[in-house]
């Protein structure tokens, strides 16, 4: 079943299917897409956040368990929606299609910002930060900041350059960053629990929580950080234009990703637990490198940080490919400007597109706190796939000859029951960065009118 091709999504625009993005992409490259923009900082920092809010270690590793499940229901509802709308964009095409292009502009808006631009930064900038305690060289008393800055802004110009070069080529070097990624976890945590020296202590309660408020309002931020830690369970469906046949190719690349990563994480949070005390993990943000000093050593510690860095080069360069497909998606609709919609004429790539991403990304390279920008990215990025993974209810209604399908029913309302949950919870418990992230949204309404007043006088 698929959503006709000649549906247009913008005043006078072309469908979406339209463009000449060609299908280079096998499931392997797909899966490695997931992984590699899954598995980054937040695997790495969030832990001891978690339990400082939570204060029971039994109850981190079993939210890592519940995040996991709720990212598998939406893998899930993505692969019904890929089948159906088998091109770029995300669920920038899917909300276009089964709603309103409104709906479609602000998910592509709130992406250009929370979505793809401030992770890219954030993630070169720890990249940066890692590799800096890997090689102290790079970190010399008073200048390490700006080195540190440099260094980010190369690694998305470099990025940028490879991608815009062709997506066989982006693709090439994401399995490989992707597979040294996945090996250096699998080592670390074997090593860890046949090598290591674990603490020993119970993992259960003995932590005061660093807040106030209800457990039930701490549980639903908690989460909220977790579900953005595995977020990029949907990055498959950005480049279905991309992929070698799309229908089979995106709903196995979604699962497969996604259930590799749920294992990858629980594993990871296991082994932190066996090798701190929860009264030294509590609040601790380079969680990874402490775990690895307890286990092995102080000489460890460097070499993790060396491993943390090369797995956020891997994020980083997933979240160039990814961003600049809702980018080209939305101008070629009319809802952006115009000249974003480029292919290059020889690469086959959203060229321009890719060159946006990384000049924004370039310009964000600077940082709040860290558990604030998590909370923004987090309430921010929680939205829309709400909205999307419940479009299987439209596809029925859009298909009236076909049987309602309750095995992806089913996922879409715990998917969506758990988003919302999550949000309304931890909009209680943080307010003020879950009103920025809804400003955000807002904001983008006037500009969708512009785009579209814009679009219907060039007609």
């Known amino acids: 079943m698929e959503v006709p091709t000649s549906t247009r999504t913008g005043p006078g625009a072309p469908p979406v299917s339209a463009g000449t993005l060609r299908g280079q992409v096998g499931w392997w490259g797909a899966v490695s897409l997931v992984v590699g923009n899954m598995v980054g900082a937040g695997i790495f920092t969030t832990s001891g956040l978690l339990l400082a809010e939570l204060g029971d270690v039994g109850l981190m590793l079993a939210l890592w368990v519940v995040g996991g499940g709720v990212a598998l229901c939406g893998a899930l509802c993505y692969g019904v929606l890929g089948v159906a709308m088998p091109h770029a964009g995300g669920e920038y095409v899917y909300l276009t299609r089964l709603y309103h292009p409104l709906l479609g502009f602000l998910t592509g808006w709130v992406s250009i910002f929370a979505g793809f631009s401030a992770p890219l930064a954030a993630s070169s900038l720890g990249f940066a930060e890692y590799l800096a305690q890997a090689f102290p060289a790079l970190d010399p008393p008073g200048q390490g900041e700006g080195i540190k800055k440099l260094l980010a802004g190369i690694l998305i110009l470099a990025l940028g350059w490879v991608h815009r070069r062709g997506v ?50 701490r549980a639903g931020l908690a989460l909220l950080w977790i579900m953005f830690a595995y977020s990029g369970w949907n990055a498959a469906a950005y480049i279905g234009s991309e992929l070698r046949n799309p229908r089979r190719t995106l709903p196995r690349s979604l699962l497969a990703g996604t259930a590799l990563v749920t294992v990858l ?57 990814l961003g600049p497909r809702v980018y080209w998606a939305m101008a070629r609709d009319g809802a952006f400007f115009p000249w974003v919609g480029a292919v290059h004429p020889r690469f086959g790539t959203p060229s321009r597109a890719i060159l946006l991403q990384c000049g924004l990304a370039i310009l964000m390279v600077a940082s709040g706190t860290f558990d604030q920008i998590l909370t923004y990215m987090g309430f921010s990025l929680g939205i829309f796939p709400i909205l999307a993974v419940l479009g299987v209810f439209r596809l029925d209604r859009l298909s009236p000859g076909q049987a309602p399908v309750w095995s992806r029913r089913l996922p879409a309302v715990l998917f969506a029951g758990a988003m919302a949950s999550m949000l309304i919870l931890s909009f209680q418990e943080r307010p003020v960065e879950s009103s920025v992230a809804l400003a955000t949204v807002t904001l983008g309404v006037p500009f969708y009118f512009v785009f579209h007043a814009w679009t219907r006088r060039s007609l």
């Open 265 to 321: 994480y629980v594993a990871l949070n296991l082994l932190f637990a066996y090798a701190l005390p929860p009264r030294e993990m509590a609040g601790l943000v380079a969680v990874g490198g402490a775990a690895a000093e307890r286990l092995f050593g102080a000489w460890a510690r460097p070499w993790l940080a060396g491993l943390i860095a090369f797995a956020l080069l891997s994020s980083s360069s997933a979240l160039v490919v």
């Open 168 to 217: 066989e080529t982006g693709t090439r070097l994401q399995n490989w960053l992707t597979l040294g990624k996945v090996v250096l976890i699998v080592a670390l945590v074997g090593f860890g629990f046949a090598l290591g020296r674990g603490h020993g202590e119970p993992w259960a309660g003995g932590v005061a929580s660093s807040h106030g408020g209800g457990g039930l309002r």
